[in-house]
């Protein structure tokens, strides 16, 4: 059972424009998110994260959403540029655990065109 | 400062086998966590370590198993290989236990069976 899904595999976006990555969840245990970046070869690079008293947080040119009612987050990039192509990973932490276990989407990969 | 660091970065074994991969937190990074990712998926979660204790482990079978040392460091030990092992190995570490805090991760451990 998929508890985090990016539902797009992938984007294609023009250099200069905002790119918009999606990612829905099921569990409403859920309390802090994050997004994640990854180019080929390397390990996953922490991007921003929302903690699920705030709906929105901003950090540079990436801004992260959260809807709790529609349990949807995304992740705003402005203005998008080539080197921001990667695989993009939604995670999530559920409240209260005795870990810090993340729970990841199966990542959408961004094309931005130069 | 040094990130998070794997090794080695690439090993091919043979089915029955046994693997050791290692990690080192950054410094001051009390907590480790292990995650595989298969080709196609996000990371998923196979345990985590804190102040050389097993604080969580995900849905992986006996032959998987981990340790953390005295100086943070861990090892991942998977044994009787098998081909459905072959993946990318993440280790990720952060400061506290748990709580609303980012994972930082190395570049992984590409694991091919053969």
């Known amino acids: 059972d998929q508890q985090v899904k990016q539902n797009s595999p992938s984007l294609s976006v023009q250099e200069g424009r905002i790119s918009i990555l999606n990612c829905d969840y099921t569990n409403s245990m859920f309390d802090y998110f994050l997004w994640y970046k990854k180019y080929p070869a390397e390990g996953p690079t922490f991007l921003i994260s929302i903690s699920s008293i705030k709906d929105k947080n901003e950090d540079g040119r990436f801004t992260v959403f959260l809807n709790k009612s529609a349990k949807h987050l995304s992740l705003h990039i402005v203005p998008s540029q080539p080197g921001d192509s990667a695989v993009y990973f939604c995670a999530a932490s559920p409240y209260g655990g005795a870990t810090n276990k993340l729970i990841f989407g199966t990542g959408t990969l961004l094309a931005v065109q130069p | 400062d040094a990130g998070v660091t794997q090794s080695p970065t690439h090993l091919i074994k043979t089915r029955g086998q046994h693997v050791t991969l290692r990690c080192s937190p950054i410094?001051?990074?009390?907590?480790v966590s292990w995650y595989q990712q298969v080709l196609g998926q996000g990371p998923q979660f196979i345990f985590q370590?804190?102040?050389?204790?097993?604080?969580g482990r995900g849905n992986f079978p006996d032959r998987f198993s981990a340790r953390q040392f005295p100086n943070y460091s861990s090892e991942l030990n998977v044994n009787a290989l098998l081909l459905g092992d072959s993946a990318l190995y993440l280790c990720?570490?952060?400061?506290?236990?748990?709580?609303?805090?980012?994972?930082?991760f190395g570049d992984g451990t590409r694991l091919s069976i053969l």
């Open positions: 410094s001051g990074h009390k907590s």
């Open positions: 370590y804190y102040e050389k204790e097993e604080r």
């Open positions: 990720a570490s952060s400061f506290e236990e748990h709580g609303n805090q980012p994972q930082h």
